[in-house]
T-cell receptor, first 117, second 115 residues
Framework: EPEVTQTPSHQVTQMGQEVILRCVPI?????FYWYRQILGQKVEFLVS????????KSEIFDDQFSVERPDGSNFTLKIRSTKLEDSAMYFC???????????????FGEGSRLTVL | AQKITQTQPGMFVQEKEAVTLDCTYD???????LFWYKQPSSGEMIFLIY??????QNATEGRYSLNFQKARKSANLVISASQLGDSAMYFC????????????FGAGTRLFVKA
């Protein structure tokens, strides 16, 4: 069964360093997402990406964050200068579309745990 | 603005009994989709069930059913015949419109199933 894959599963970094989290969405999906979850709490929307551009972003997704889909398969989240409060689990998700028999549910990767020291 | 509310931070249920997890939502869009996801202690997010705003029937998937009350803007998840493996965090979520880009999540309810 196709799945969303994320790397790394865990990354430890020093405050102020740049981090890139990588995701390979399901190949025929059209919408791509990053979500953040701090310590098993609420799953927070960061950004959605469609047709090779950001379609929507949250207030959390400020100038230190960026996303790219450089080669048609990978989908990356870059955090330019990490802060302590960026420590969280970052989930990548994708979906095909919705309508008809397709519910448009999100397919999640297993997450990348970021620890900022 | 869309909003999802889960008022039960934690719930206990006896094995083999049914349990209802509450979810209310708010949106001004007449077209929307409602979802429930399960997050076990291992951390992955698992899609359980979907209800479209225009669906006439309540959604069911195996032991999961969604009690959709549109006028009250509620979308409660009912788990029948609870199993120990149902112990997990459960998130209600909503996406506005078929073309809506964003799915937002409630705060979650942690379910504990007792043997």
């Amino acid at each position: 069964e196709p799945e969303v894959t994320q790397t790394p599963s865990h990354q430890v970094t020093q405050m102020g360093q740049e981090v890139i989290l990588r995701c390979v969405p399901i190949s025929n999906h059209l919408y791509f997402y990053w979500y953040r979850q701090i310590l098993g709490q609420k799953v927070e929307f960061l950004v959605s990406f469609y047709n090779n551009e950001i379609s929507e972003k949250s207030e959390i997704f400020d100038d230190q964050f960026s996303v790219e889909r450089p080669d048609g398969s990978n989908f990356t989240l870059k955090i330019r200068s990490t802060k302590l409060e960026d420590s969280a689990m970052y989930f990548c998700a994708s979906r095909w579309t919705s309508g008809g028999l397709n519910t448009g549910e999100l397919f999640f990767g297993e997450g990348s745990r970021l620890t900022v020291l | 603005a869309q909003k999802i509310t889960q008022t039960q931070p934690g719930m206990f249920v006896q094995e083999k009994e049914a349990v209802t997890l509450d979810c209310t939502y708010d949106t001004s869009d007449p077209s929307y989709g409602l979802f429930w996801y399960k997050q076990p202690s291992s951390g992955e997010m698992i899609f359980l069930i979907y209800q479209g705003s225009y669906d006439q029937q309540n959604a069911t998937e195996g032991r999961y059913s969604l009690n959709f009350q549109k006028a009250r803007k509620s979308a409660n998840l009912v788990i029948s015949a609870s199993q120990l493996g149902d112990s997990a965090m459960y998130f209600c979520a909503m996406r506005e419109g078929d073309g809506g880009f964003k799915t937002i999540f409630g705060a979650g309810t942690r379910l504990f199933v007792k043997a």
